[in-house]
């Protein structure tokens, strides 16, 4: 038995000693790089909005009445001036001939008037000719004038309710020509609201009947850009945007316009954006999601490296006042490179001649959201950048666990 146990005690007792020993040694450290490269860079500032017609009719009613007749339906092309629906014009009808007969009747009541002053005229001038001549009395006279002056009077009164009655005529004429309605405009019907039998009342404000889009053939896209991006944002710069529709393709358009009024929605604030669409092929429709990409800035042939080599720091590193030169060798930064710094200068890190990190100071450009322009430093194309620390625990070697080496 105790041959058995001396044996056993030996192996966990170095079992032991191994493992303490494996623990404490330090973990390896390694270095994940990336290539500085020569290439194409796209700046970009993305946003969402819903596509729109450019011009957006909604076509009402100024009469009420019931729906007679509809002569168009959702998607119909219609044309300026083409009847599109009918309010029953019964009532309209009957108003109009009412109205002719009081305006026919008012147009009498002026001539009789106008004859009227006309026969008091001439009794007028008869009895002043006759009071020159001594033959009527001066009351006579005063009796054909004041007929007279009451004739103007009457004249002047039937002349304006002539004046009423046409205005009155005229209005139950547009009254009728109200119920039919027609399109504005050339364009396609996107909305009907109403159907045959349904009554209209415009007694408070005008019911939409219609909404016509003027031409779905150009489109716009309302995007709501983050105050952070819109000074990057200028009339006239290439957009790509994709639709849920078509994930598959990519459509385009241009920045039309920029609104300069805010809109803050939870203490954020935003700009809307305007961009301009060509829908030749009919595929994009009103209300449709846009994942917009303007495109800011485009250089071509340029030094490039990937963005986690500027957000990369050595794990331990405190940032102490001196660094490391490309030879491992310690030294002061000069206060060049501090003022270089403070320009706008960032900083990387490469790999050194003891393979531990080493910064290098540079000056970026245009960016995205994965690579940065390299506008200078001491880089050049093909010089490897750190963009990742990987930390591995070392395995060790000639034990295959606690028991002792696998026989």
Not at 10 to 32: M, Q, R, S, W
Not at 249 to 268: C, D, H, L, M, Y
Request: glycine share 8%; no cysteine; proline share 4%.
């Amino acid at each position: 038995m105790k041959k058995i146990l001396i044996p056993t005690a030996v192996i966990l007792v170095l079992a032991a000693g191994i493992a303490f020993f494996t623990l404490k040694k330090k973990p390896e450290v390694t270095y994940k790089t990336a290539k500085v490269e020569r290439g194409d860079i796209v700046s970009t500032v993305a946003a969402t909005g819903n596509l729109a017609a450019v011009v957006t009719v909604q076509v009402g009613t100024q009469v009420s009445g019931t729906i007679q007749k509809l002569f168009v339906d959702f998607n119909s092309p219609v044309k300026k001036g083409q009847v599109i629906a009918q309010i029953d014009p019964a009532l309209f009808a009957a108003q109009v001939e009412q109205t002719r007969g009081n305006f026919l009747a008012a147009q009498a009541n002026l001539l009789k008037a106008k004859a009227d002053l006309n026969d008091a005229k001439r009794s007028l001038e008869r009895n002043r000719q006759l009071l020159k001549d001594g033959i009527v009395a001066q009351s006579d006279f005063d009796t054909a004038e004041n007929r007279y002056e009451q004739a103007v009077a009457t004249v002047k009164a039937a002349d304006g309710t002539v004046a009423q009655t046409r205005g009155t005529f005229s209005q139950s004429e547009t009254n009728l020509r109200y119920a039919t309605i027609r399109s504005p405009v050339d364009g396609i019907v996107v909305s009907r609201n109403v159907d045959v039998g349904q009554t209209v009342a415009a007694s408070f404000q005008t019911p939409t009947l219609f909404t016509i889009a003027q031409d779905l053939t150009k489109m716009e896209i309302d995007t709501s850009v983050d105050e952070a991006d819109i000074s990057r944002i200028k009339v006239g710069q290439p957009v790509t945007f994709t639709v849920d529709s078509y994930p598959e393709n990519r459509f385009s358009g241009k920045v039309f316009q920029i609104r300069n009024a805010p809109v803050v929605t939870q203490n954020v604030v935003t700009y809307v954006v305007v961009v301009s669409v060509d829908n030749r092929e009919m595929k994009l429709k009103p209300g449709m999601t846009a994942n917009v990409s303007v495109e800011t800035a485009h250089k071509e042939n340029v030094l490039k490296i990937p963005a986690a080599a500027l957000r990369f720091k050595p794990k331990g590193d405190k940032g102490s006042k001196w660094a490391k030169n490309a030879t491992g060798a310690a030294e002061k930064p000069s206060s060049g490179d501090q003022r270089k710094k403070k320009a706008g200068g960032q900083q990387v890190y490469i790999l050194g001649q003891d393979n531990k990190p080493v910064p290098v100071q540079v000056t970026t450009g245009v960016s995205n959201d994965g690579q940065v322009e390299l506008a200078g430093g001491d880089l050049k194309e093909g010089d490897e950048v750190i963009v990742e620390q990987i930390t591995t625990q070392k395995k060790s070697g000639g034990m295959g666990g606690p028991m002792g080496p696998r026989f």
